[in-house]
């Protein structure tokens, strides 16, 4: 079988830039998907990952796990799409298939689950995957989701992360009507949290570090804005979502939690300085609860997807080029970004 031409925008070093890069994909497998990558959002542990904040990063690396295109091949004994559909992927693409979490539904947490980029691909002799700042992505079909045909493609790519991440969370603490949410972090993620929260029916309040998106924190629906969490001090949440970023005091976020609230960490800061909660906080705090949470499932994406469509929940994009790559990442890493960048993948390579 013969492997599949492909480019993308790749970084060749922590400290790189990025840069057009062809590569190729591998075959595709009687199971496996082709897909024509139409947009893929710029998601901040792509810059984690891309900088090798977290671990050593694999190189050349090609990060994105927010792909949404159209299927343009399916294998011999794929049978879950067609020609023409339109289809996601998130931030994995395999998995075993046979162990506990793939048989619960959270392969996220599989032994062997490959995460879309900056992982070796177990299933294709351990070669390292390359995400989706690329023109196509092959995947088993077990693994992609489905999206409506008219649905719009550009703003339901950043659903296949900062989507699930937050939808995930607001179920597993079963937020309802008149559940009282925070939101410390107000970007990609951030502002997607809020969203669901409000369909759901809660009282949203955000919590940020600067006056800068108090505004269209209300705007967007919530109904009270600190720019310092010590100001949120006694707020009496139900269940606080943190998507922070950088280094922050864990401890200070317990303190706006109700009695039995609970803190839903899913924001990752840099491995050189990561936020600790101490056994006395955690004692101390009225039977708060703390828990991480890492993305969802392949099925709970689906079912995210169809909620996002069913009430019209979209995210606050701006589309850019591949050649636009390194602002973004300055602006993510600088306060001064938009919601979600979104790569459009047609406008971004020369003929
Ligand atoms: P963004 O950069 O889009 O948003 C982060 C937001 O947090 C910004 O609005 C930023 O505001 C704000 N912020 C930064 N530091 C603080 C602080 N100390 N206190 C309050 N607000 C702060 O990032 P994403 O939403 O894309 O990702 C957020 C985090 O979630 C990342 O660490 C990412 O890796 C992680 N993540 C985790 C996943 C999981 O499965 N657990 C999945 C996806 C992402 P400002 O403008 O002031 O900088
Ligand atoms: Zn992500
Ligand atoms: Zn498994």
Request: hydrophobic share 35%; with cysteine; charged share 20%.
């Given at each position: 079988?013969q492997?599949?031409?492909?480019?993308?925008?790749?970084?060749h070093?922590?400290?790189?830039k990025?840069?057009?890069?062809?590569f190729?994909?591998?075959?595709?497998?009687e199971?496996?998907?082709?897909?024509?990558i139409?947009?893929?959002?710029?998601?901040?542990?792509?810059?984690?990952?891309?900088?090798s904040?977290?671990?050593?990063?694999?190189?050349?690396?090609?990060p994105?796990?927010?792909?949404?295109?159209?299927?343009?091949?399916?294998?011999?004994?794929?049978?879950?799409?067609?020609?023409?559909?339109?289809?996601?992927?998130?931030?994995?693409?395999?998995?075993?298939?046979?162990?506990a979490?793939?048989?619960?539904?959270?392969?996220?947490?599989?032994?062997?689950?490959?995460?879309?980029?900056?992982?070796?691909?177990?299933?294709?002799?351990?070669?390292?995957?390359m995400?989706?700042y690329?023109n196509?992505?092959?995947?088993?079909?077990?693994?992609i989701?489905?999206?409506p045909?008219?649905?719009?493609?550009?703003?339901?790519a950043?659903?296949?992360c900062?989507?699930?991440?937050?939808?995930?969370?607001?179920?597993f603490?079963?937020?309802?009507?008149g559940?009282?949410?925070?939101?410390?972090?107000?970007?990609?993620?951030?502002?997607?949290?809020?969203?669901?929260?409000?369909?759901?029916?809660?009282?949203?309040s955000?919590?940020g570090r600067?006056?800068?998106?108090?505004?269209?924190?209300?705007k967007?629906?919530?109904?009270?804005y600190?720019?310092?969490?010590?100001?949120?001090?006694?707020?009496?949440l139900?269940?606080?979502i943190?998507t922070?970023?950088?280094?922050?005091?864990?401890?200070?976020?317990?303190?706006?939690?109700?009695?039995?609230?609970?803190?839903?960490?899913?924001?990752?800061?840099?491995?050189?300085?990561?936020?600790?909660?101490?056994?006395?906080?955690?004692?101390?705090?009225?039977?708060?609860?703390?828990?991480?949470?890492?993305?969802?499932?392949?099925?709970?994406?689906?079912?995210?997807?169809?909620?996002?469509?069913?009430?019209?929940?979209?995210?606050?994009?701006?589309?850019?080029?591949?050649?636009?790559?390194?602002?973004?990442?300055?602006?993510?890493?600088?306060?001064?970004?938009?919601?979600?960048?979104?790569?459009?993948m047609?406008?971004?390579?020369?003929?």
């Amino acid at each position: 079988m013969q492997r599949i031409p492909a480019k993308g925008f790749a970084i060749h070093s922590k400290d790189g830039k990025f840069s057009e890069h062809h590569f190729t994909r591998h075959a595709l497998g009687e199971k496996d998907v082709l897909i024509d990558i139409h947009y893929c959002g710029i998601c901040h542990s792509d810059v984690h990952s891309a900088y090798s904040e977290w671990h050593d990063g694999i190189y050349p690396m090609i990060p994105g796990h927010e792909i949404a295109g159209v299927v343009k091949e399916v294998g011999a004994h794929a049978c879950k799409f067609k020609v023409g559909d339109q289809v996601g992927v998130g931030c994995f693409v395999n998995s075993c298939k046979a162990c506990a979490p793939c048989a619960d539904h959270y392969e996220q947490f599989c032994p062997k689950v490959v995460f879309t980029y900056d992982c070796p691909d177990h299933f294709h002799d351990n070669e390292p995957h390359m995400g989706g700042y690329s023109n196509c992505i092959v995947v088993d079909e077990d693994y992609i989701i489905r999206i409506p045909n008219n649905a719009p493609l550009e703003k339901i790519a950043p659903l296949f992360c900062a989507g699930i991440t937050t939808y995930s969370p607001l179920r597993f603490s079963k937020v309802k009507e008149g559940s009282k949410v925070g939101v410390a972090g107000f970007g990609g993620l951030g502002h997607m949290a809020l969203k669901y929260a409000l369909a759901m029916g809660a009282e949203v309040s955000v919590i940020g570090r600067s006056e800068a998106k108090k505004e269209q924190a209300l705007k967007m629906g919530a109904k009270r804005y600190y720019s310092n969490v010590k100001d949120a001090k006694g707020a009496n949440l139900d269940l606080l979502i943190s998507t922070i970023p950088t280094p922050y005091n864990m401890a200070d976020y317990l303190d706006v939690l109700a009695y039995g609230g609970e803190l839903a960490v899913v924001g990752l800061p840099p491995r050189d300085n990561p936020p600790a909660l101490s056994a006395s906080a955690l004692i101390k705090h009225g039977n708060k609860r703390v828990y991480g949470s890492l993305i969802g499932g392949i099925q709970e994406t689906q079912e995210m997807l169809d909620f996002s469509i069913l009430h019209n929940i979209y995210p606050e994009i701006e589309l850019v080029t591949g050649q636009d790559i390194d602002r973004v990442y300055h602006n993510l890493t600088h306060s001064n970004a938009f919601f979600r960048y979104v790569i459009d993948m047609k406008k971004s390579f020369g003929a």
